[in-house]
């Protein structure tokens, strides 16, 4: 690239090395940009053979219901509340919302929301003891909303709002350890595919080992496969996936035979769910899938492997598109639908502000 500078009295001609420039295609909004990775501190193994690009495989006839499972978490209000000593202690009022849809992967019948529920919470610290909060409307028709305390430890102003995102996290689990088929993790189980396979938005979680429970990962962040062994995510293609991997959740790669301070072992695997146009990020519409793994093993279940291999079929079915989803394909169609429900049944944020303004104008919060 050849560019020509003109100032007073002279000229000055500079070549410039080439440059590419490529597109995070995600919103500028959306917190989740994966423009960099970050290295995997631990370590990192190979427990499916050769180090190439997966095909994908037809859904099987034995898997007859595919649950996607969500929660969406909301802070409404940051409160300080004042016990008779005239000790001040942080607190919020809060909510979320949970549940899932229930598809037929075959397609024989439609779609349906699943346990779509909402909740309100009066997180609160300090040792104050609480009743239910109940915002009384002065209008009957638009009904009551009760808050229940939630107490958290410690005196962060952000501590209300962790509380409530976990106890979403929480309730999240606990739906998609409920919904999913049991799933043989030993070598002596017999090998069975599951009926019944939940896709939960994020990493899967202590408490749904042994269950059908696929977490999927939206964006990239962490670089888990290092850089010789990067490039097959950027020719993998439309419902490829790469060779499963294991590692240990926490792993610092210090000590020896599986890293330091791990707390448990997960497989995980990558999935491209829509080709990236020449002027995108190369990982954009890649995938990363994870589920429960045996300890300290180096086999593969037979069910997870299952699974694996028509993950890629299954997401690119339920992948969405530009035009109708700023994080497409990855927020997957399903999930966009849910998301929407989950906000109804959460209520609208600024006339909920206004209810919560209104209630604390004409009584003091009581301890």
């Known amino acids: 690239m050849l560019l020509t500078y003109y100032v007073p009295d002279r000229l000055f001609r500079a070549t410039l090395a080439f440059m590419r420039i490529r597109l995070d295609p995600w919103p500028v909004d959306t917190h989740s940009a994966q423009l960099t990775l970050t290295p995997f501190k631990g370590n990192v193994f190979d427990v499916e053979g050769e180090w190439r690009a997966v095909a994908p495989r037809p859904l099987p006839h034995s898997l007859r219901r595919v649950l996607v499972v969500d929660g969406k978490p909301r802070m409404e209000a940051r409160l300080l509340l004042e016990d008779d000593r005239q000790e001040l202690s942080v607190a919020g009022f809060g909510a979320y919302a949970v549940g899932a849809v229930d598809l037929c992967p075959h397609g024989t019948r439609q779609a349906r929301f699943h346990g779509v529920e909402a909740r309100r919470l009066l997180a609160h610290s300090g040792d104050l003891r609480l009743s239910a909060e109940e915002l009384i409307p002065k209008n009957p028709q638009t009904g009551h909303l009760i808050y229940d305390p939630l107490h958290f430890r410690g005196t962060d102003v952000l501590g209300a709002q962790a509380a409530i995102q976990k106890a979403m996290l929480d309730a999240e689990r606990a739906l998609a350890a409920a919904l999913a088929s049991a799933l043989p993790l030993d070598e002596e189980d017999p090998d069975m595919s599951p009926d019944t396979l939940v896709l939960q938005d994020g990493p899967v979680r202590v408490g749904e080992q042994g269950r059908a429970v696929l977490g999927y990962i939206k964006s990239l962040h962490t670089d888990y496969l290092g850089a010789?062994?990067?490039?097959?995510?950027?020719?993998?293609?439309?419902?490829?996936?790469?060779?499963?991997?294991?590692?240990?959740?926490?792993?610092?790669?210090?000590?020896?035979?599986?890293g330091s301070g791990g707390r448990e072992q997960r497989f995980t695997w990558f999935v491209r769910l829509a080709s990236a146009e020449f002027y995108q990020h190369p990982l954009a519409g890649v995938m990363r899938l994870e589920m429960h793994a045996p300890e300290d093993v180096d086999f593969v279940p037979r069910a997870v492997r299952d699974i694996a291999d028509l993950s890629g079929t299954l997401l690119c079915r339920l992948g969405s598109v530009p035009h109708k989803d700023g994080r497409a394909p990855q927020n997957l169609v399903p999930t966009a639908a849910l998301e929407q429900e989950m906000g109804r049944r959460l209520g609208n944020a600024e006339l909920v502000t206004r209810r919560i303004r209104a209630h604390l104008a004409g009584q003091r919060v009581r301890a």
């Open 228 to 258: 010789d062994r990067n490039p097959l995510l950027r020719d993998l293609k439309c419902g490829e996936r790469t060779p499963i991997l294991r590692f240990t959740v926490g792993d610092t790669g210090e000590g020896s035979g599986g």
